[in-house]
């Protein structure tokens, strides 16, 4: 969950601020704030947080079509099978 996504170390900081309801095609889905003591561990930080999100959160994976209906998506899509 939202623990383990979360990177941590001394003096790191995660915020995470999804979008609800329904997301417009090129919409802001997801704002994430890391704050860490050096700027590389902080994109890497936000880099595993977005990646988590987008393998678990499964609102991301249900497309809606002009013509009105809406799949959803078989599994995690971004996981890969072994």
Known sequence: GREAAAPSGPGVRVWI???????????????????????????????????AVKHTVPIWKQEHYEDGSSEWSEGCSLCRAD
Request: hydrophobic residues 45%.
């Open 17 to 51: 601020d999804p979008a609800k309801g329904r997301l417009d095609v090129g919409g802001v889905a997801v704002v994430i704030a890391v704050g860490t003591p050096h700027r590389d561990e902080a994109f890497r930080a936000c880099r595993q947080v977005i990646e």
